[in-house]
């Protein structure tokens, strides 16, 4: 099946999508507005299962491998042959020293036409937070500064706990409440704070999964010129753009190669119109 045919045939196919915290909320809309695709949420399907954001349940494998883990067992779950799995992941930036970024990934896979089709999106506004506190009052302070209740708050009795969690807390009452009986036995000075990063919880990853999903849009829509199929993606950066002052090769990248992984068919191509780096790029003028 080409390029444009799959495109039609995804119109009159269900797409599962593997959630269990709202995400559906942000990607069914733009799939129906962008590629014309009706969505469901499976019933009884626990993504908790993969791996948990409050480390009561390790990930197993990495990011790309739980998502497509995910979008499997949905498949499996519903019986049906289109899936969107998403996974989060809070870790040093690579490009950023010292500065933690928050990346999303959206997974889209079609096993009908054995297609897997990823987005991603990487950003440093979205921080994972956690300190101690020794009073339910200091509890509503902090889980306040943060964003609380919009922005979830999770009570543990140290960082490193995994028992006598508490989720889903709703109000300043109830935090109040169960920050104190955390604390009551007399052995318990101090205990632990933490935002709430699974989705449902979490208003700016939220935001991240939805730049994550039109970037898998947009990877959809960049078809493979030679056999039609989507999913035309970068998958290599070249470096070596020469320094506009002194010649010489630098680290800044060139060209990008977009390659198709049905056909295999690559194509090398240069970053907009820039055919020089600036001095203070080069590793030569700029040592």
Request: charged share 25%; glycine share 6%.
């Amino acid at each position: 099946m080409e390029g444009l045919d799959i495109f039609n045939d995804w119109k009159h196919r269900d797409c599962a999508i593997a959630t269990m915290h709202g995400k559906e909320t942000i990607i069914s809309p733009l799939l129906k507005q962008e590629l014309g695709i009706n969505s469901v949420v499976p019933q009884n399907f626990n993504t908790d299962s993969f791996g948990t954001f409050t480390r009561d349940i390790r990930r197993i494998g990495n990011q790309l491998e739980a998502a497509r883990k995910k979008a499997q067992a949905a498949l499996d779950h519903t019986g049906l042959d289109l899936a969107i799995a998403s996974e989060g992941s809070f870790g040093a930036h690579p490009d950023l020293p010292f500065v933690s970024s928050n990346l999303e990934l959206v997974l889209f896979l079609d096993t009908k036409n054995t297609i897997e089709i990823v987005g991603h999106y990487r950003t440093s506004a979205v921080r994972a937070r956690g300190q101690k506190i020794y009073t339910p009052e200091e509890a509503v302070l902090v889980a306040e500064s943060w964003g609380f209740p919009d922005q979830g708050i999770i009570l543990r009795t140290s960082e490193k706990s995994s028992r006598n969690i508490y989720k889903d807390i709703t109000s300043k009452e109830d935090l109040k409440e169960r920050a104190k009986k955390l604390l009551s036995p007399w052995y318990v000075r101090s205990i632990f704070i933490e935002t709430d990063m699974r989705a449902h919880r979490c208003p700016a990853r939220m935001e991240s999964i939805r730049n994550a999903t039109l970037d898998l849009i947009q990877n959809c829509k960049s078809v493979c010129p030679k056999c039609i199929t989507p999913g035309f993606v970068i998958t290599e950066t070249i470096q070596g753009l020469p320094c506009g002052e002194c010649g010489l090769e630098t680290d800044t990248i060139k060209e990008v190669v977009r390659s198709c992984k049905k056909c295999l068919y690559k194509e090398s191509n240069p970053i907009g119109d820039k055919v020089a780096a600036k001095p203070e790029e080069c590793q030569w003028c700029n040592p």
